[in-house]
């Protein structure tokens, strides 16, 4: 029998229901074997990962790379190469971009600049007024998703009238396209800004007072209405405000197919921090007031929000720290410091690893239909794979970021527990830390494995052949004793 290509060793593999001890044979781009070491066929490459645990590569549903139209703040080079140092092996780029991706054009020059990827990756093309006519086309040319700018963000893109959101909700449920709805009510913010400006405000809390949760609320209420009724599938990007929880969970309880996404920003940083970084944290939705950010774990831990997003957002320290809040470019980098963040706070013993599992690629995967090839680790699925050390301690630093805009939130924050290399459909991106360059171009589009039927949970049965259950008395999950201070 011809050898496989690589077999991994000793490490502890990441389930949401269960961490075992196992090895991990993969050919080409795939996972052939899962199980005990005597059972693993042999292989070119051997590797041991004693002491690591081996997670589903992460699944980022919310980047900005800024490509094509704003190289100086990012490119997909560079945002892929955070993203593969941050443990995470696919993204879903936003249409934000310049052009903004509305139309065949425009994801061409997209997905040309994609080719030098190092993870995959997801489009998602724009929704709004001037695009519902083209939803269709825009799915044949790659799209695999959209994105509604219902509030206004960076890049200033009209908001879908609720005609418009109506009638493209109609045309993609029967599709089982789901799109993703940046919830904040346009009108309340333009008006409040207004005022705010008019006296003279340029505060960093002036951005919060202009964004109050009231319009996320709204928002949330209005999408999710028009959600239910035409039986359109939605995605609430970065989650921010404790008080429109409610409506996720009464929704989710009546059936509509809505997931959510909230972000390390709003589960780690409040209004304290607005303080200490003005424009560096200014972003939308605003980071709120202390009282929200136990809700929002809380709410994680329940269900009721799916997945951890980062909404990977860099401008450069020009563009973040003017005098004026206003002038400052909403958003900062984040696809690289996300799993340290949430690691840390497994460590700290706030949630399991296979809760983040869930959070950061299982949920994703399901939410983009690509469950059972991405966001698990088991036969038939691709050989992504973050290879995880919860023990190692570090302190985040933007100046080693690979993000061209290294201005972040999270610059010198203690952290415990690192992805320490990553695997991408069998091929590592990065190894010890450090980027594998020679890597490049090895990212592709996921819209070919969405097009395929969503595939039933599939992990039990590809542990039969050799299972291995964790020896008696040890909790599966069972980590050091927290260390870190936030
Ligand atoms: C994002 C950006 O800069 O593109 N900014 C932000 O504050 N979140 C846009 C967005 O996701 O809203
Ligand atoms: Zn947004």
Redesign the pocket.
């Known amino acids: 029998m011809k050898n496989v290509d690589l077999v991994i060793r000793g490490g502890k593999i990441v389930s949401p229901d269960r961490i075992i001890e196992a090895s991990v044979a993969i050919d080409g781009e795939r996972i052939v074997a899962v199980g005990h070491d005597d059972v693993m066929p042999s292989a070119t490459r051997e590797m041991r990962a004693d002491g690591l645990y081996l997670l589903p590569g992460a699944i980022d549903s ?1 980047v ?1 790379f ?1 490509d094509p139209g704003y190289p100086h ?1 990012e490119n997909w080079q560079t945002g892929s190469a955070a993203a593969a140092c941050g443990g995470v092996t696919t993204v879903f780029d ?1 249409p ?1 971009t310049n052009p903004a991706t509305g139309t065949r054009e425009a994801l061409a020059m997209k997905l040309k600049a994609a080719e030098r990827s190092f993870c995959d990756f997801g489009i998602h093309a724009l929704f709004g007024d001037e695009t519902v006519h083209l939803l269709e086309d825009l799915l044949d040319a790659g799209a695999t998703s959209f994105k509604a ?1 219902v ?1 206004n ?3 200033n893109l009209p908001a879908p009238t609720d005609g418009a959101l109506l009638e493209g909700f109609e045309k993609l449920a029967p599709l089982g396209i789901r799109t993703v709805v ?1 919830a904040e009510n346009s009108s309340i913010m333009a008006r409040r800004q207004k005022a705010l400006q008019e006296a003279g405000r340029i505060d960093a809390q002036a951005h919060l007072d202009a964004r109050p949760a009231v319009a996320e609320i709204e928002a949330i209420g209005r999408v999710l209405t028009l959600a239910e009724w035409t039986g359109a599938r939605v995605h609430i ?2 989650h921010s405000a404790a008080d429109s929880l409610y409506l996720l969970r009464a929704a989710k309880a009546r059936g509509v197919d809505v997931t959510a996404e909230t972000c390390p920003q709003y589960l780690l940083l409040n209004t304290d921090d607005i303080l200490r970084l003005g424009g560096i944290l ?4 605003p980071v709120r007031e202390p009282r929200h950010n136990q809700p929002l774990w809380e709410a994680l831990m329940d269900g009721t929000l799916d997945m951890i997003a980062t ?1 990977h ?3 450069t320290p020009e563009e973040k720290t003017r005098e004026s809040i206003w002038a400052c ?4 980098p984040g696809v690289e410091t996300q799993m340290p963040l949430m690691l840390t706070q497994v460590n700290r013993q706030r949630a399991t690893l296979m809760d983040y599992v869930k959070w950061s690629a299982v949920a994703p995967a399901k939410a983009w239909g690509l469950y059972g090839t991405k966001g698990v680790i088991a036969v038939g699925a691709h050989a992504d794979i973050a290879f995880v050390d919860m023990a190692q301690t570090g302190t985040l630093s933007q100046g080693r970021l690979k993000s061209i805009s290294k201005l972040s939130p999270w610059h010198d924050r203690a952290v415990q527990g690192y992805p320490v290399h990553t695997l991408l459909r069998g091929r590592f991106v990065m190894q010890h830390g450090k980027l594998m360059e020679e890597a490049i171009t090895h990212g592709c589009s996921v819209k070919g494995i969405q097009a395929m039927p969503l595939p039933q949970p599939r992990n039990q049965q590809h542990y039969t052949s050799a299972i291995l259950t964790p020896p008696p008395g040890v909790r599966p999950n069972a980590l050091p004793a927290a260390e870190v201070e936030r």
């Open positions: 919310h900005h800024r703040k936003m934000n700018f509030g963000t960076f890049g940046h990007a970065h200014r972003v939308n939705p909404d957002a860099p401008h470019d909403c958003g900062f």
